[in-house]
């Protein structure tokens, strides 16, 4: 039977999860024995249908521009799609471990997104949410990728070139990536790249591809990646047979959010001023002091153009995203609608905006994380890494039958 906790818990977050299923607190191999049942029960692979994958690094509770650039369109997509589409969303925790961690800290970001994806709106009993690390076919495939990869292509990356310029001391960041011609084998590279994050593109595509996402929702600066699990996909039917579908990229909508006090980067734990970012639980009074402390310009009135007017422009992008009135106004015409007010009248808009926008995420990430004093999130990881098990292991049996494992 339920604890009165957490029925108080699921009233309150009932427009996440429709229903709650009765459980009972369960040992650390329920995932595996659960999926092992379920599999066994099988008759072979379920008919093609449309997957949609997507994951999320845990760095704690998301900042704005993660929930206007993925996390929305994650929700948006499981409210429209056909009962038929299977929705896979996952904590890549082990991309995380590309940079040192506490483990303490790691292990609370982890519950602190999982909490997060459910208070705003997405619903385990319709979409799979797992934990990456509790389903071993991640790697299993990663390996098995990395024997026909392109250690060429992974050299073109940008990403670990980007993250291997990051400094490590808590002065801003000048320097955005490495030159585009750096190669992993230069002799000042060598020293400081480790094969995690070079390699990790890799994973990201195993992560695709193990649960034959046609799919997946990402944002711009996350293409290339796309680019590269087709390539994967295409290297592995080469050596072995015809297995993998390419996945297509759903390009979200949104443009991105950029920083409060360097509108030229974009917005990110990373950087080391927090009035930089939006946290999606920050408190009305957090808000209303970073926005009115965002940088923006001396220039009188206001008007939309990002290259002169960075700052401006990125606080109008803000009130596109949430904008609801007629589908949303262009920022063009919000500049036009707030014309007239002063730069601090303005802001204070931006604000309320805001406030107003994430109040109820806030309310319920909070509810949700002190469930049933923490069981409700258990229970949530435990049933999301059984049915992503089952999902893997369809995929598994096909990639270890073409291989000869």
């Known amino acids: 039977m339920l604890s009165a906790a957490h029925q108080h818990a699921r009233h ?8 709650l299923l009765p459980y009972k607190k369960q040992p650390t191999t329920y995932a595996w024995r659960y999926a092992t049942q379920v599999r066994r029960s099988s008759t072979g ?21 993660n929930y206007l650039g993925a996390l929305q369109q994650w929700v948006r997509i499981q409210n429209k799609a056909p009962a038929s589409t299977k929705l896979i969303y996952s904590i890549v925790d082990l991309h995380a471990l590309t940079v040192r961690r506490d483990p303490e800290q790691l292990r609370r970001w982890k519950r602190e997104t999982l909490a997060t994806l459910l208070a705003v709106g997405l619903d385990p009993q319709r ?3 797992f934990y990456q690390s509790a389903v071993p076919a991640h790697t299993e495939l990663m390996w098995i990728l990395s024997c026909t990869a392109s250690m060429g292509y992974l050299s073109r990356m940008t990403q670990w070139k980007v993250l291997l310029s990051i400094p490590r001391s808590p002065q801003p960041m000048i320097k955005l990536s490495l030159p585009e011609e750096t190669s992993p084998l230069d002799t000042s590279v060598k020293a400081k790249l480790k094969l995690g994050l070079f ?4 994973l990201q595509a195993a992560d695709i591809l193990v649960h034959r996402a046609t799919h997946v ?5 996350q293409v290339q990646h796309i680019e590269f699990a087709r390539e994967c996909a295409t290297n ?13 990229t759903i390009l979200s909508p949104a443009r991105r959010v950029m920083s409060l006090k360097e509108p030229n980067l974009k917005m990110s734990k ?5 009035r930089s970012r939006i946290l ?3 408190s009305p009074e957090d808000v209303d002091k970073k926005i009115r402390l965002a940088l923006t310009d001396s220039a009188s009135g206001l008007s939309y153009d990002p290259v002169e007017r960075p700052g401006v422009a990125n606080l109008l992008e803000i009130m596109n995203h949430l904008d609801e009135e007629d589908n949303g106004r262009s920022c063009h015409e919000l500049a036009q609608d707030f014309g007239h007010l002063s730069m601090r009248e303005f802001k204070q808009k931006v604000a309320d905006k805001i406030s107003e926008s994430l109040s109820d995420i806030r309310t319920r990430y909070g509810r949700i994380l002190d469930a049933d004093e923490g069981r409700y999130l258990d229970y949530v990881a435990q049933r999301g890494a059984g049915k992503a098990t089952i999902s893997a292991g369809e995929t598994m049996d096909q990639v270890r039958g073409a291989t000869g494992l």
């Open 217 to 221: 929702p990402v944002g711009e600066d």
């Open 280 to 282: 999606i639980t920050d």
């Open 45 to 65: 692979l379920a008919p093609a249908r449309e997957v949609i994958f997507s994951g999320i690094q845990p760095t704690g509770v998301p900042h704005l521009g």
């Open 127 to 129: 979409s799979t949410i």
């Open 236 to 248: 592995f039917n080469y050596a072995y047979g015809s297995v993998f579908d390419e996945p297509k």
């Open 12 to 19: 309150s977050i009932e427009d996440v999860s429709k229903r």
């Open 270 to 274: 990373s950087h080391e001023d927090p």
């Open 199 to 202: 390699s990790y593109p890799v």
